[in-house]
């Protein structure tokens, strides 16, 4: 089976402040982990995934298979961070699909 | 392509109606999802297409769910004898692969669905 968890619903921070939204995940297999935002009155987007190693708007997200964690990271927190975050895990299941299985979300508010 | 577009946005009907939604995926796209959320909940799966192929539907689905893909193009997901715990925001996503490499999903803005 695979499950995230996203053990913070609500994260508050000010600006400027570091910031890290935490994600542990649960699969026997490889998993391939996604971080996804919707920002407010927009559509759910992909933010970053695991196996591009990139950084997007200053975010980054190391996968720790050991922890089996895929915490979500910004050294200075901007205001337009303030959105809802989900981290998403893609594990396969069976034929060709591989579906995303989310966790519930934490919604990141930046203040001035 | 202006990417994934789902119809229509809101939809408000009355216990017991039929719904249908339409999903309009990123053409080259040959893998759709559906998925469902509610409040204070991240998406659900309901049920996966590659091309026209209905390959996998979840539990969630029920009997009066049915989900189709004619020709791989756009996909429609039909709720029957729709009951209040059905309002939900239903999503729709695609995405595809390239030499193995899994890119995402790009979603839809949604179809919010209330049931009264």
């Known amino acids: 089976a695979q499950r995230v968890t996203q053990p913070e619903k609500l994260l508050s921070v000010f600006k400027g402040a570091p910031v890290e939204l935490k994600c542990n995940y649960s699969y026997s297999g490889s998993p391939e982990l996604f971080w996804y935002v919707q920002y407010s009155r927009q559509r759910l987007q992909l933010l970053l995934r695991h196996i591009s190693r990139e950084s997007i708007k200053g975010f980054t997200a190391d996968l720790n298979k050991g922890e089996t964690s895929f915490h979500l990271k910004k050294p200075f927190a901007q205001e337009e961070d303030s959105a809802m975050y989900y981290c998403a895990l893609s594990g396969y299941s069976g034929g060709s699909n591989y579906k995303l299985t989310f966790g519930k979300g934490t919604l990141l508010t930046v203040n001035p | 392509d202006t990417g994934v577009s789902q119809d229509p946005r809101h939809k408000i009907t009355k216990r017991g109606q039929n719904v249908t939604f339409r999903c309009d995926p990123i053409s080259e796209h040959n893998r759709l999802y559906w998925y469902r959320q509610t409040l204070g909940q991240g998406p659900e799966f309901l049920t996966y297409f590659q091309n026209e192929a209905q390959l996998e539907k979840s539990r969630l689905l029920s009997d009066r769910f049915s989900a189709e893909r004619p020709k791989g193009s756009f996909s429609t997901l039909e709720i029957q004898r729709t009951e209040q715990g059905d309002s939900a925001m239903y999503l729709c996503?695609?995405?595809?692969?390239?030499?193995?490499?899994?890119?995402?999903?790009?979603f839809g803005s949604g179809t919010r669905l209330t049931v009264v």
């Open positions: 996503a695609s995405s595809s692969w390239d030499s193995g490499e899994n890119y995402g999903y790009t």
